[in-house]
């Protein structure tokens, strides 16, 4: 397969279905031109005679393993959003990837409805669909507009944002510390005394422990963040990564967690470590904008679930209104 500049042309030669297959030369003006052609061909979208138009028939989990190689695999969680993907389209029937249209959509998720799954795992396979035919297209592998593209998501249920109380946490610490993973207590101390998100904690190391607190680089928005912690953390947590990085350590945080009787709302066990660090920062006073930038949310609307927490937060409402002042005089008698 090449494309060489022959004559003032552009020479596209290539066998698209392989080394024993039907070859093609064709000539074109400009590479752009020929570059197209090919993509076209490989694509799929012209027949192996180079000329006539068909129907894109490709089935949803090969246009999948087209995206993973093209695009999915410079991803963050690559494999996970195949596997993802994936699953999806077996629970689909996998279909001709053009054919899923709003309709068929939504009796899948009847279904998966009827069968327990939540609304918010629906809307995450929705936005990993649609994300997955955008770069489809961006990239030139299918010509169409998917008709999911306009399909919204299902209404969720807004969960209590949940956290731990001092003596809660205190619990929490020693049953970690009973646990056969030497790992487990360093991460829980990080998570509570920084937000971190367990996996920005489990894979800290101890090139990241700098001017007395912890630089996170792996992270879920792929922007690192900064958070200073008081000293004689910084000195135990650098200590222990000094021999050696920490091991895997959810398993025994899953345990630990069940041994202390704690409830959870579904899909905060992990997550609780960075509420409860939110919440008694914010009822300490801390500042909602310094929140964000701890935390590393990218927008303040996100950090803003915390806020009604603070200790000043209605009162302001009584203070900082624009009569304040003047309200005495202005109250009838």
């Keep these: 397969m090449s494309i060489r500049k022959t004559d003032g042309k552009y020479k596209l030669d290539i066998r698209p279905n392989g080394i024993k297959g039907k070859r093609i030369i064709k000539l074109f003006d400009t590479k752009a031109q020929a570059m197209q052609y090919q993509n076209q061909l490989l694509s799929g979208r012209l027949d192996t005679q180079g000329e006539q138009p068909f129907v894109d028939n490709r089935q949803l989990n090969e246009l999948i393993h087209i995206w993973y190689d093209l695009h999915g695999r410079s991803l963050k969680s690559a494999s996970d959003t195949k596997n993802r993907l994936l699953k999806l389209s077996e629970l689909l029937g996998n279909p001709a990837a053009r054919s899923i249209n709003p309709e068929s959509l939504a ?41 999911l593209l306009v399909v919204r998501k299902l209404r ?58 912890f630089q996170f680089v792996d992270t879920k928005n792929g ?21 050696k990085p920490f091991q895997s350590c959810y398993s025994a945080y899953r345990s630990a967690f069940k041994r202390t009787g704690f409830k959870v709302p579904n899909g905060q066990l992990a997550h609780i470590l960075r ?34 927490l603070a200790p000043d937060y209605l009162l302001q409402a009584v203070e900082l209104n624009p009569l304040a002042e003047s309200l005495n005089n202005l109250v009838p008698g």
């Design 275 to 308: 509420h409860t660090f939110a919440s008694h920062f914010v009822m300490k006073g801390g500042n909602i904008v310094a929140l964000q930038k701890i935390l590393g949310h990218s927008s303040l609307n996100i950090t803003m679930r915390y806020s009604h």
């Design 107 to 147: 009796q899948y998720r009847k279904t998966r409805l009827d069968a327990g799954i939540s609304p918010a795992t629906l809307n995450r396979e929705l936005i990993t669909l649609k994300a997955l035919f955008r770069e489809l297209k961006r990239l030139a592998v299918i010509e169409y507009d998917s008709p």
């Design 223 to 243: 922007q690192s963040r900064f958070v200073p912690v008081e000293k004689s953390v910084f000195l135990q947590v650098k200590n222990r990564l000094s021999q």
């Design 156 to 213: 969720e249920e807004k969960t209590e944002l949940s956290y731990l109380t001092d003596a809660q946490i205190k619990e929490l610490m020693s049953q970690a510390e009973l646990s056969k993973n030497e790992s487990l207590p360093f991460v829980v101390l990080i998570c509570l005394v920084t937000g971190a998100r367990w996996s920005e904690a489990e894979g800290l190391t101890a090139a990241n422990c700098i001017n007395q607190g």
